[in-house]
């Protein structure tokens, strides 16, 4: 079992910037694809990012792409969120996510673990 923790989120100004981490615990996940996914209310889950199991694809929805970046430490078993620019429309719950397996997806069915969330909330 695998139990994921996210920090980092919080109140930001339009065009200021946040960094999200989430670390897992259990066992390594250093070969798995993590996701970064997000939901504001009354809106379903979508995909923010993505990153492979061996980190050398990363994809981005069209609205992030540009101004956030995705990046994992196998050594300390984490994953972050770099976000740039933020708009108000960031505003939302980030939940980061493991698949078990190497190959990303964009899908939140595909992802085998979830954390808690934390809020990002972007002021205009």
């Known amino acids: 079992q695998v139990q994921l923790v996210e920090s980092g989120g919080g109140l930001a100004q339009a065009g200021g910037s946040l960094r999200l981490s989430c670390a897992a615990s259990?066992?390594?996940?250093?070969?798995?694809?993590w996701g970064w996914f997000r939901q504001a209310p009354g809106k379903e889950r979508e995909f923010v990012a993505t990153?492979?199991?061996?980190?050398?694809?990363?994809v981005y929805r069209d609205s992030v792409k540009g101004r956030f970046t995705i990046s994992r430490d196998n050594a300390k078993n984490t994953v972050s969120l770099q976000m740039n620019s933020l708009k108000p429309e960031d505003t939302g719950v980030y939940y980061c996510?493991?698949?078990?397996?190497?190959?990303?997806?964009?899908?939140?069915?595909?992802?085998?673990?979830w954390g808690q969330g934390t809020q990002v909330t972007v002021s205009s």
């Open positions: 990153i492979s199991g061996s980190a050398d694809t990363t």
């Open positions: 996510a493991v698949r078990a397996d190497e190959g990303y997806s964009f899908s939140p069915a595909r992802y085998d673990y």
């Open positions: 259990g066992r390594t996940v250093s070969n798995y694809a």
